[in-house]
Antibody, heavy 123, light 107 residues
Framework: QVQLVQSGAEVQKPGASVKVSCKASGYTFTRYYMHWVRQAPGQGLEWMGIINPSNGNTRYAQKFQGRVTMTRDTSTNTVYMELSSLRSDDTAVYYC????????????????WGRGTLVTVSS | EIVLTQSPGTLSLSPGERATLSCRASQTISTSYLAWYQQKPGQAPRLLIYGASSRATGIPDRFSGSGSGTDFTLTISRLEPEDFAVYYCQRYGSSATFGGGTKVEIK
C-alpha cells in the first residue's frame, strides 16, 4: 500500500550528526515532492525543507541552512535527512511528508506522512 | 515571513457541539494557500483541508474550511469522539509555515 516508512529512533550527543531515512512504497517515487517537518516535544510543527526525488534538487528553511542535507536514492525509493551540529533543542520527532499530488511543481501541503522518527540529543 | 496565529489555544466542547477554530495571518495569504491538519497524540498529522476550503480525500463533510486574505476558519459541525485532537493551520506556496495549534478537548 501507499506508505512512508521511517528509520528508528536515534540518540545522539551534542555536536554530532543524525541521518534519518524515509522509504516510500506504493506509488511512483520520483513524481511526488517530499518534505521534512519536525516537532519538538509538546510543541508545534516546523517545516525544514523539500526535495525533488526526480532530480535531487532541494530547498531548505533558512533556519536550517548549512546544517541540513536532504538526499534521495531512486534505486531504493528512499529520501534522507541529515542534520549536523546537533543541539539539545534539535530533540524532536522528524517526519517525512509527501506532496498531495504528483507534478512538476511542489504543492507544499502534505497528504501522506511517515510515522516519525524521534531524535534525542543528549550528553 | 508570514506568521500564523491560531485561537483559541484550547477549546473545551462536548460531543455533538460545533467547533470553530481561527487562524489569522500576519500578511495576506495569496490564492488561499491555507491548509488544516488534525493531529492526535502519538500520530502524524492528517491533512483535512487545502486551498482554504477543499476537503482532502476521505475527510468527512462535518469538517469545513472558509476564509481568505488574513482570516481563516476551520469548522467542525458536530464533534464526534474521534475529533478531539490538536488542529494546525499551514500557509503554503513557496515554503510552509504552521500555526501554533488549537487543542480541542472534551468538556
Amino acid at each position: 500500500q501507499v506508505q512512508l516508512v521511517q528509520s528508528g529512533a536515534e540518540v545522539q550527543k551534542p555536536g554530532a550528526s543524525v541521518k534519518v531515512s524515509c522509504k516510500a512504497s506504493g506509488y511512483t517515487f520520483t513524481r511526488y515532492y517530499m518534505h521534512w517537518v519536525r516537532q519538538a516535544p509538546g510543541q508545534g510543527l516546523e517545516w525544514m525543507g523539500i526535495i525533488n526525488p526526480s532530480n535531487g534538487n532541494t530547498r531548505y528553511a533558512q533556519k536550517f541552512q548549512g546544517r541540513v542535507t536532504m538526499t534521495r536514492d531512486t534505486s531504493t525509493n528512499t529520501v534522507y535527512m541529515e542534520l549536523s551540529s546537533l543541539r539539545s533543542d534539535d530533540t524532536a520527532v522528524y517526519y517525512c511528508a509527501r506532496d498531495r499530488l504528483a507534478g512538476d511543481y511542489p504543492l507544499w501541503h502534505f497528504d501522506l506522512w511517515g510515522r516519525g522518527t524521534l531524535v534525542t540529543v543528549s550528553s | 515571513e508570514i506568521v500564523l496565529t491560531q485561537s483559541p489555544g484550547t477549546l473545551s466542547l462536548s460531543p455533538g457541539e460545533r467547533a470553530t477554530l481561527s487562524c489569522r495571518a500576519s500578511q495576506t495569504i495569496s490564492t488561499s494557500y491555507l491548509a488544516w491538519y488534525q493531529q492526535k497524540p502519538g500520530q502524524a498529522p492528517r491533512l483535512l483541508i487545502y486551498g482554504a476550503s477543499s476537503r482532502a480525500t476521505g475527510i468527512p463533510d462535518r469538517f469545513s474550511g472558509s476564509g481568505s486574505g488574513t482570516d481563516f476558519t476551520l469548522t467542525i459541525s458536530r464533534l464526534e469522539p474521534e475529533d478531539f485532537a490538536v488542529y494546525y493551520c499551514q500557509r503554503y506556496g513557496s515554503s510552509a509555515t504552521f500555526g501554533g495549534g488549537t487543542k480541542v478537548e472534551i468538556k
